[in-house]
């Protein structure tokens, strides 16, 4: 019997997800008052077409790497906050050996826009010490999730990237 949890396409998808992850995460969008990060947008889709492990490794891993290399205080919020969005989506989406469903998809990036936002919020109020600094960053973290979740989403199943995506070995 084939196993096709850890082919060697499979990883390389994971790693290429990963990479641009930790590239997304590096840089923002600059927009009054802060930065847009757009690696929710990777976070999210790898989650939808991934199972809980290999989301994880992009999400939450892929965040981790990113925060090491350019800005390290909030590298292990980072860890668990889109390490646990990222299982989530994958497990509330389900089974990836078919095309996942839109309105369960919906409510996986929900959930993980959730997730993330409380996750970011509590962690900024412990590393920086200052609740308000957190309650300050609320509205990035809020629009970041939200972008991260439609567009992810928009890609999945209103772009033809839908078709390449399940040539990827499934669980």
Not at 28 to 45: A, E, Q, R, S, T
Not at 69 to 85: D, E, K, N, R
């Amino acid at each position: 019997m084939k196993n096709t949890f850890f082919s060697t396409k499979k990883l390389c998808f994971v790693a290429l997800f990963t990479a641009i992850n930790v590239a997304f995460s590096s840089f923002g969008v600059p927009v009054p008052g802060g930065h847009l990060y757009l690696n929710d947008i990777v976070i999210c889709f790898a989650a939808l077409i991934f199972d809980p492990f290999s989301a994880f490794i992009v999400g939450g891993v892929g965040a981790f790497l990113g925060d090491l290399i350019f800005y390290p205080a909030p590298m292990f919020v980072s860890l668990v906050t889109h390490g646990l969005q990222a299982v989530a989506i994958s497990l509330i989406v389900g089974r990836k050996s078919e095309s996942p469903k839109f309105l369960r998809s919906v409510l996986a990036v929900t959930a993980g826009a959730l997730i993330m936002v409380v996750g970011y919020s509590l962690g900024r109020a412990y590393i920086y010490s200052t609740p308000e600094y957190a309650i300050l960053k609320l509205p990035y973290q809020i629009l970041q999730a939200v972008t991260g979740a439609v567009v992810a989403l928009v890609l999945l199943f209103k772009s033809p990237v839908k078709r390449f995506v399940y040539d990827i070995p499934k669980e």
